[in-house]
Structures are given as C-alpha cells and as structure tokens.
C-alpha cells in the first residue's frame, strides 16, 4: 500500500503566490521527511528535509510544516516563480526499515507568469 | 565535481531479453540506491547498499531482478526476462554515509521493453 500520500497530484499558482503541496504517512517510525524537486528529464534533486522533532524548518523560500500528531507535513513554497515550475516528491524513512525511502506519487507544480 | 552517472541513458530492448543498467556513485559516497520511476508515478524504492552489502533485498520487485555493488562504488541492476510492466525510468543515487545525509540522483535509464 503507498506508505507517503501526497496531495494534489498537480497545482497551478500565480507567480508571487504561495504553492502548498501536503503529505500523510502511517507509519510512526519515520524520522526523516525530505521534499525533492524534479526537472523533466532530470534526477529528482533533495530541496529541503526535516526530522520530527521540530514542526518548521525554512530555507528561503521553501518552508517545511511537520505535525507529527497529525501524522502530515507539507511543503510551502511562498513567491513562487515561474522557474519553481516542477515536479515535487514527499519521502519518508527511518533506518528501522533497512533505510528504504518511500516516496509519495508526485505534485506537478506550474507557476503562471 | 562529477555528479551519479548512469549508462545506458535510453534502453530499448525486447520482451524476454536480459538487461543490465549501470550506476557509477559520486567519489566516495557509501551509500547507493537504486529506484524505478513509471510514467506519472512516484518514485518505488528497489534496493539500498552500504558499501558493497544489500541488507534489505525485499523491494526488488521480483526474483527477475538482481543486483550487486563492487569495490564500494559501481553498482549494476540486472532485470532477466524483460517484461513490458519494466518499461520504466530507473534511477540511481547516492549519499555519503546513508540515511540522513542528502541523495543525489543520477539522470537515470529509460528502459523500454517492446
């Protein structure tokens, strides 16, 4: 069953607006939550990541929200630009589970000019 | 510096032949993940390696799919008797100790199975 799921699959915002793209997990052994960027054609790259023990983590524009009672984090991308236009994977993991990565299915992100 | 390289890029090959893809991890990165990616899907973990060991083999999605890792760096992911459900981008990647230091991901292998 998909252990990361992630909402919406696509999303279309104003450039200077705020894209939010969510995800839930199960399993309470999770302890590391990364969000990765993927460029058609390209690798997915790690944009940002948190570990459940605290509930914010920013680094410029990308801002990671974790609720660890709720079992969901989401990633906030404030002033989006048109250059944010991508594919953006939720993951989870913990080394209790031989270091598999479990990925959510995807959010298309376009950002209008 | 050089980034994860992968060989072939594309992989045309046909239903029942064997196929092996090749990853070659950043310089010292002892970690090394191999993952496939459908069309519109997410990423499905394959196989991990610390070093040249495998611990958790229980992702590979069959028996027709294999894979080792020499000398702590180049890894190969074998898949016998292609089958179109294959077809498929697969993607390697690398970290330096393992889980929480950063993945980086090489461009990948398309393998199309006809």
């Known amino acids: 069953q998909q252990q990361v799921k992630q909402s919406p699959q696509s999303l279309i915002v104003q450039k200077g607006g705020i894209s939010i793209i969510n995800c839930a997990y199960e399993?309470?052994?999770?302890?590391?939550f990364p969000w990765y960027q993927q460029f058609p054609g390209k690798g997915p790259a790690l944009l940002i990541a948190?570990?459940?023990?605290?509930s914010e983590k920013k680094e410029g524009r990308f801002t990671i929200s974790f609720n660890k009672s709720a079992k969901q984090f989401s990633l906030h991308i404030m002033d989006s630009q048109p250059g944010d236009s991508a594919t953006y994977f939720c993951?989870?993991?913990?080394?209790?589970?031989?270091?598999?990565?479990?990925f959510g299915t995807g959010t298309s992100l376009t950002v209008i000019p | 510096g050089a980034g994860v390289s992968q060989s072939p890029s594309n992989k045309v090959t046909e239903k029942g032949k064997d196929v092996e893809l090749r990853c070659d991890p950043i310089?010292?990165?002892?970690?090394l993940y191999w993952y496939r990616q459908s069309l519109g899907q997410g990423l499905e973990f394959l196989i991990y390696?610390?070093?040249?060991?495998?611990?958790?083999k229980s992702g590979l999605p069959s028996d027709r799919f294999s894979a080792e890792r020499t000398g702590g760096s180049v890894s190969t992911l074998t898949i016998q008797r292609t089958q179109q459900e294959d077809s498929a981008v697969y993607l390697c990647?690398?970290?330096?100790?393992?889980?929480?230091?950063?993945?980086?991901f090489g461009p990948g292998t398309r393998l199309t199975v006809t």
């Open positions: 990647a690398s970290s330096l100790h393992g889980l929480y230091y950063e993945q980086y």
């Open positions: 390696f610390q070093g040249n060991s495998a611990p958790d």
């Open positions: 399993n309470t052994a999770f302890d590391y």
């Open positions: 993951a989870a993991s913990t080394t209790y589970t031989g270091n598999q990565f479990y």
């Open positions: 948190i570990r459940p023990d605290v």
């Open positions: 310089s010292g990165h002892t970690a």
